[in-house]
């Protein structure tokens, strides 16, 4: 924290400069957000009294000198907690910026503040133009009104005439798919319902700045589709500015431009948008050899995968395999009871989640046991990087497990054996590769 920083509770309309500035729209500087710990309004009189007692000596905020970086999974010493520290960034005119991060990073409290819904504890935002949320769902509606009122109701708090807004009513309606509904109150629509309304009153009414938090996942895969095409409109054809936040990184590589990744309430780096991507997934690789899979015995099914590993083809250990090395994948199952035509499956994806193969075994009849599935891949040899691995057991068309998150495969850029068969990433789903052997343990 730089000294005695200046404290704002307002968001700057305008910017200063010259001409190198006039395509910024979006300007954060030393942005840092503090909260206190515990229940509200516990201790919090004295706190603030202090503050106003430094503030009219014209000190600095006594508190603004502790906190804990935002770690949610750690315990910290301090009440207070920096959401965000000294985060500094432009926004140019007709960008898709991305927002990425693991849970707690402080995306939303970061969009809250470039949203003046909250204030930052330090720095400021400069901004040109009419900003629009859409940070959780039914934001900025009133559920007593109709959807057809609270598209007035979020035009005029935008600034628009009521003319302007019944002239985008009917391409409101038809993009949200409500039609229907469009004079029931908002306090009968699903989740779904209102984040449909909530994007098109958003996108249609024409704001200069758009932020959209991971709401469009409540929507159905037909309209995060149209969603991110509409994105897309507004930021190439119509230049207007679109901040977006979304766990889905396919999602973020199709649509944005560039990107911002956050750790822990800190800036960790701006740019174009393969890069940060490649910086975040690689923080979420553990590159481990062996992975635990289930930590409690279920005897409510009649198998579970308990534990992977991944080895070279003699059935040692790697937490890397060199390209062309050949490399099998061991899946330890427990069978509680006798179950007939039970198959063993293993599937690959790279890290954006597009699928790359998917290898199983022919059904067979177990009875109850410890057995390995050894998956072994001596023909297809892929390219460096990260790729993740899914773990799947069915009996017919019932799905008895499946494993789709946290385990890893890395292939190094060290070249074992110089080949023609390493394949793109992206050449589409391979079917049955692998050879595999089961065999019981106990």
């Not at 699903?190 to 991971?214: N, Y």
């Not at 075994?361 to 691995?389: C, H, M, R, W």
Request: glycine residues 8%; charged residues 25%; contains cysteine.
């Amino acid at each position: 924290m730089k000294d005695k920083p200046i404290q704002l509770h307002s968001v700057t309309p305008s910017f200063g400069g010259g001409r190198g500035e006039d395509n910024i729209i979006l300007k954060a500087e030393n942005i840092s957000k503090q909260y206190r710990l515990g229940q509200v309004g516990t201790g919090t009189l004295s706190h603030d009294l202090n503050r106003w007692w430094h503030a009219i000596r014209g000190k600095e905020n006594p508190y603004l000198k502790i906190g804990d970086t935002n770690d949610r999974s750690t315990k910290g010493s301090s009440d207070y907690v920096w959401a965000l520290q000294d985060i500094n960034f432009e926004v140019q005119r007709g960008e898709v910026l991305g927002i990425i991060g693991k849970n707690g990073a402080g995306k939303s409290t970061l969009l809250k503040i470039l949203s003046k819904v909250t204030a930052p504890t330090t720095g400021s935002i400069k901004s040109r133009g009419r900003i629009a949320s859409l940070l959780e769902v039914g934001t900025g509606f009133n559920p007593e009104l109709t959807g057809r009122e609270n598209i007035f109701l979020n035009g005029a708090i935008l600034g628009m005439t009521k003319k302007e807004i019944a002239s985008k009513l009917d391409e409101i309606i038809d993009f949200s798919g409500c039609e229907r509904y469009i004079d029931t109150p908002v306090k009968r629509y699903s989740s779904g319902m209102t984040v449909r309304l909530a994007f098109a009153v958003a996108a249609f009414l024409e704001p200069e700045i758009l932020i959209i938090d991971e709401v469009l996942a409540v929507g159905d895969a037909e309209f995060q589709k149209k969603a991110i095409g509409k994105m897309q409109d507004i930021s190439r054809e119509g230049g207007r500015t679109v901040l977006f936040v979304s766990h889905n990184m396919a999602a973020i590589q199709k649509l944005c431009t560039k990107c911002i990744l956050l750790q822990n309430g800190r800036f960790i780096m701006q740019g174009n948008t393969e890069d940060v991507l490649n910086c975040y997934l690689s923080q979420s690789v553990l590159n481990d050899s062996e992975y635990i899979l289930n930590t409690k015995m279920s005897d409510t099914k009649n198998a579970y995968a308990t534990k992977l590993c991944i080895e070279d083809i003699d059935g040692n250990l790697i937490n890397e395999i060199p390209i062309g090395k050949s490399w099998q994948v061991k899946i330890f199952f427990t069978v509680n009871k006798e179950t007939k035509n039970l198959v063993i499956a293993l599937g690959m994806t790279d890290m954006l989640d597009t699928p790359l193969r998917t290898t199983w075994s022919l059904p067979n009849d177990f009875e109850p046991g410890v057995y390995s599935a050894t998956f072994i891949e001596d023909k297809i040899k892929f390219n460096q990087g990260q790729y993740k691995l899914i773990i799947g057991i069915s009996r017919g068309s019932e799905v008895i497990e499946y494993i789709d998150k946290d385990v890893f495969l890395t292939i190094s850029d060290m070249v074992y054996e110089q080949e023609n068969s390493v394949i793109n990433n992206k050449s589409g789903v391979i079917v049955d590769q692998m050879r595999m052997q089961v065999k019981k343990e106990l």
